[in-house]
Every structure is written in structure tokens, then in C-alpha cells.
């Protein structure tokens, strides 16, 4: 059974970077089949991809994000982290790490959630 748990920060002031990571436990982060995933959620909107880092190492991030989005793993601890700079209130949202079992595309289909965590970006 894998398990994934968020932490970091729950509030960030502007300008600032936002910082998060995810603990994976049942499963390891190296597992030559799966991707590790951030998505967030905005208040009133819909669930937004921000990235995914492959079992390689290597890390992919959605167009709109890239710019200010960083997200690296540490497989000693079987955990990866985003970052995400240069923050506004705009990126205030519920934040969550998932495992990608299968990419179609631009379709992808996550088979386990982390509970998320909210972040709020308020001076």
C-alpha cells in the first residue's frame, strides 16, 4: 500500500518561495514505472497540473508554471519537493503530491493522493 503525505509551510508571503515535500512510504520514488506528481487546487476552481518529476530524475512542468517551479527528489528519503517561486495570492490553493501510474498523452491517471495541504500566500 503506498502512501503519500505532504508538508511544508501552510502560509507564505509574497515574492517569496513555496516550498513543499512529499514523503512516499510502500513504494519507492525509483520504481522504473511511475511518475511523482504535484497538482493544486485554487479556491473555487478546478485541480491545476504543476509538474512531475520521472523515476529518473528527470522533470517536466506545465507551461504556465515553469518559469518560477523547481521540483527535485532526495531517493535517500524517498521523498520529492516543489518549489515554487516569486509567489502571489494567485497561488493560494490546496496543494497535492500524487503518483502517475499511467501517462496517454496529455492524459494522466494518479493512483494515489496525498491528503493535501493548504497554502495561502498573504502578506
Known amino acids: 500500500q503506498v502512501q503519500l503525505q505532504e508538508s511544508g509551510p501552510g502560509l507564505v508571503k509574497p515574492s517569496q518561495t513555496l516550498s513543499l515535500t512529499c514523503t512516499v512510504s510502500?513504494?519507492?520514488?525509483?520504481?522504473?514505472?511511475?511518475?511523482w506528481s504535484w497538482i493544486r487546487q485554487p479556491p473555487g476552481k478546478g485541480l491545476e497540473w504543476i509538474g512531475y518529476?520521472?523515476?529518473?530524475?528527470?522533470?517536466y512542468y506545465s507551461p504556465s508554471l515553469k518559469s518560477r517551479t523547481s521540483i527535485s527528489r532526495d531517493t535517500s528519503k524517498n521523498q520529492f519537493t516543489l518549489q515554487l517561486s516569486s509567489v502571489t495570492p494567485e497561488d493560494t490553493a490546496v496543494y497535492y503530491c500524487?503518483?502517475?501510474?499511467?501517462?496517454?498523452?496529455?492524459?494522466?491517471?494518479?493512483?494515489?493522493w496525498g491528503q493535501g495541504t493548504q497554502v495561502t500566500v498573504s502578506s
Open positions: 500524487v503518483r502517475v501510474a499511467l501517462v496517454v498523452g496529455n492524459m494522466r491517471v494518479f493512483d494515489y
Open positions: 510502500g513504494g519507492s520514488i525509483t520504481t522504473n514505472i511511475y511518475y
Open positions: 518529476i520521472v523515476y529518473s530524475g528527470s522533470t
